[in-house]
């Protein structure tokens, strides 16, 4: 049984995984999107309950983890509701939990991309389970997978959608099947000619050309990092023309470059710091690899 139904409908606090009587200590909560606590343990869902197997990522912005029920295997992804400075946050949460829920409901149907189960209170949402493992450094996957993975970006793309987080290889999923899927679109950009069928924002109030123009340059970005990890994992299924496309690095890509690079810089030693390690925790290892037991 699929759940699509309202946010009303469910019980907020048992949702948002409120642990009651908690009071153990977590170092630099700040860094984490729900502070002290982690995903719940449970929720409730029309078709019966469903159980924690497993924590994914618990970032700054969202904790995605796997549960199991009577609909079998989905994924739920917690937006942010820690405070930070003292600042309330989960107006963040809400925000980036509503957009990226409107990029889902608009790629529906796309071969590639989880089917979107609904929200889950103000920050939650839920999307059906891919058995599979994300692309492994240098996994050798069959001959189809690019194209596949081409013809994935080229559906969101005729919806409007540019991914704009293919850069990370952990984000590519191989399933069951061999196939690819890619998920968390977080930072996606969508930008429908239509106004009113655009995600809610900031972003609605850019002029139209603006938005066109973004779009159009995030799609060129799309392409360069499929051929780029096609490059890096097939280049024997590349033609000359696609091997040279695969160094033409953009201007968009130059600039994010150069801007971010300071900003990675400073986060890097921050979480060295801190954690002890220099790079947030990534769905990119063998123990991703390895499936969940069944229940």
């Not at 889902?104 to 493992?133: I, K, M, S």
């Not at 290889?169 to 239509?194: H, K, M, T, Y």
């Not at 790079?279 to 991703?288: H, L, V």
């Amino acid at each position: 049984m699929v759940w699509r139904g309202s946010l009303d409908s469910l019980d907020r606090a048992a949702i948002l995984g409120v642990v009651m009587g908690s009071t153990r200590r977590v170092k630099h909560a700040w860094l984490r999107a729900l502070g002290i606590e982690d995903l719940p343990a449970r929720f409730t869902l029309p078709d019966g309950e469903y159980l924690h197997v497993r924590t994914y990522k618990h970032d700054f912005f969202a904790a995605t983890g796997l549960y199991e029920g009577p609909g079998g295997r989905v994924i739920l992804k917690v937006g942010r509701t820690a405070r930070l400075l003292g600042l309330p946050m989960a107006w963040l949460g809400r925000w980036l939990c509503r957009r990226e829920l409107a990029i889902y409901q608009r790629a529906d149907g796309v071969e590639g991309v989880p089917r979107c189960l609904g929200g889950l209170g103000p920050t939650g949402l839920l999307h059906a389970f891919v058995e599979g493992h994300p692309l492994q450094r240098g996994e050798r996957v069959d001959d189809a997978f690019f194209a596949r993975l081409e013809r994935l970006l080229s559906s969101l793309h005729q919806r409007d959608i540019a991914y704009a987080d293919l850069e990370k290889r952990e984000n590519i999923l191989v399933d069951a099947d061999g196939r690819p899927a890619l998920i968390d679109f977080q930072i996606s950009w969508c930008w429908p000619r239509d106004q009113a069928a655009r995600p809610r924002g900031p972003g609605r109030i850019l002029p139209g050309f603006i938005g066109r123009y973004i779009l159009t340059r995030l799609r060129a970005a799309d392409q360069y990092h499929l051929l780029k990890h096609w490059r890096r994992h097939r280049p024997d299924l590349l033609t000359a023309e696609q091997l040279h496309a695969s160094y033409q690095v953009g201007l968009l890509i130059r600039l994010h470059r150069r801007i971010s690079w300071p900003f990675t810089r400073v986060r890097r030693s921050l979480l060295k710091l801190l954690t002890g390690r220099s790079r947030s925790p990534k769905q990119d290892g063998p123990q991703f690899v390895d499936q969940p037991p069944s229940r």
